[in-house]
């Protein structure tokens, strides 16, 4: 009797044993964000157009390709009149001089818009007054180093018309 059961536990731990395999899938997903602080709501296709490509040659630093975007029969970018050059050559004296316009350019062009008698003005402190900019807003300004004077914003602004024509980048009045 002891035999049979002692064959019993052997045939028992020697015995063929089920093996199961299980397919685990793991599914990753990745949210990406991205912040814009243009709004482009509104904002007619022609003027985005143009604002990527002043945005693209400011930040590459392409004094001419810069000035070939502006509009050539209205275009403003000195109080003082017309610099022999154009504007490539007037940005790049007021670069020698320590302030690059094209550096300004770029900032100016990732704050906020606003409308202003039919013309799309970066940024949108072109029409603000000392009494109607937020704290908030003036924090947004703040890498411009831009000022107030009297009533309204003095700082560089850039405008473009709905249909895609740069047609000032001027600084103080």
């Not at 028992?12 to 044993?17: H, K, P, Y």
Request: charged share 25%; proline share 5%.
């Amino acid at each position: 009797m002891l035999a049979g059961a002692a064959g019993f536990i052997v045939g028992d731990r020697t015995a063929e044993s089920e093996t199961s395999t299980t397919t685990v899938t793991v599914t990753r997903t990745v949210t990406q964000t991205q912040t814009s602080t243009v709004d482009t709501l509104g904002v007619p296709e022609a003027v985005l157009e143009k604002r990527a490509a002043m945005l693209q040659a400011a930040e590459d630093g392409d004094y001419d390709a810069l000035a070939e975007l502006a509009d050539p029969d209205e275009f403003s970018y000195t109080f003082g009149g017309p610099v022999e050059g154009g504007p490539a050559a007037y940005w790049r004296q007021l670069a020698k001089e320590g302030e690059d316009p094209l550096e300004v350019l770029v900032e100016i062009l990732q704050l906020p818009y606003t409308l202003s008698t039919g013309i799309f003005v970066w940024p949108f402190a072109y029409d603000k007054t000392v009494d109607t900019i937020t704290d908030y807003e003036r924090e947004l300004l703040e890498p411009l180093t831009t000022s107030f004077a009297g009533e309204g914003y003095l700082g560089w602004r850039a405008g473009i018309r709905p249909t895609g024509r740069w047609v000032f980048f001027v600084a103080g009045d």
